[in-house]
């Protein structure tokens, strides 16, 4: 038994979503236009670049950093990114031997006023279960290799916990500013399938 099954009988999700949206709006229990603001606001205010924020101010500010990783949710609401999906952020940090990276197994849980909505490869079934069995091959294939003196940790985000990576600084980035800092940051980075390059 899966607990979510992804048969080739059911109709792919963004018709169900549609037709999910079109009972309840029917029966009076959510707003489409409401619904509409949200997505709005997801794929166009929020992006990636909120996160980037975060990881520069860390990079640049010591005692950021803790607090960021004591109390993530508390820390990235000090600089006002909070909201749905935005609960129980659990900030890991990466360096030369220590590798976390973000997936969620059981369906695509994610930062949202963090990072945004999620990619669809975040989503892809392929990358949920490979991710886990073969974390080395898997990033590899998607352009970062680790030596094998990099331990690697498979964080399972859920919404108890909702992980974000805190990429390493890349050397040579001493003269930067915060914001030159938040501009070299990717999405990929954060959730630890990439390493942030100096430019
Ligand atoms: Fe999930």
């Excluded at 749905?84 to 220590?98: K, L, M, W």
């Excluded at 945004?116 to 970062?144: C, F, H, T």
Aim: aromatic share 6%; glycine share 8%.
């Amino acid at each position: 038994m899966t607990a979510f099954p992804h048969s080739a009988d059911r109709a792919p999700a963004p018709v169900r979503a549609e037709a999910l949206e079109a009972l309840l709006t029917e029966r009076g229990l959510v707003n489409a236009a409401a619904i509409d603001g949200l997505i709005n606001r997801f794929v166009n205010d929020v992006g990636p670049m909120n996160g980037a924020q975060v990881v520069a101010k860390a990079w640049v500010d010591p005692e950021y950093r803790e607090r960021l990783l004591t109390d993530g949710t508390a820390a990235v609401g000090e600089l006002g990114f909070s909201g749905p999906q935005g609960e129980h952020i659990v900030v890991v940090e990466n360096d030369d031997t220590t590798h976390n990276v973000v997936v969620c197994t059981l369906c695509s849980c994610y930062p949202w006023p963090l990072l945004g909505l999620p990619p669809n490869w975040y989503k892809d079934p392929a990358y949920r279960a490979r991710i886990v069995r073969e974390p080395r091959v898997l990033l590899s294939e998607m352009g970062l290799d680790l030596g094998d003196d990099v331990d690697i940790t498979v964080r399972d985000s859920s919404a108890e916990n909702r992980y974000f990576v805190l990429p390493k600084r890349p050397d040579g980035t001493e003269d930067m500013s915060e914001e030159e800092l938040a501009g070299l940051v990717t999405r990929e980075a954060m959730v630890g399938v990439a390493r942030v390059s100096a430019p």
